[in-house]
């Protein structure tokens, strides 16, 4: 019984880690909606990168 208990948990796991990695990045919207802004690859001096607009787009916003 414990047995089955294990296997059920580490299948959970498995398909819990590849559902992840199916997991679409943000897009501008999510980044305006967090008062952030869409730049190329590196965000500016003086700003954080807050998340994601597209694979080749980082959301950035000012910290200072």
């Known amino acids: 019984m414990k047995l ?5 948990s580490v299948a959970f796991l498995v398909f ?12 501008p919207t999510d980044c305006h909606r967090k008062l952030g802004i869409c730049r190329h690859v590196f965000c ?7 998340g994601y607009c597209n694979r080749h787009h980082v959301c950035c916003r000012r910290w200072i």
């Open 4 to 8: 089955l208990y294990l296997l059920l």
């Open 16 to 27: 819990q880690t590849q559902a992840q990695d199916l997991k679409p990045h943000g897009s």
């Open 44 to 50: 500016n001096l003086f700003e954080i990168t807050i």
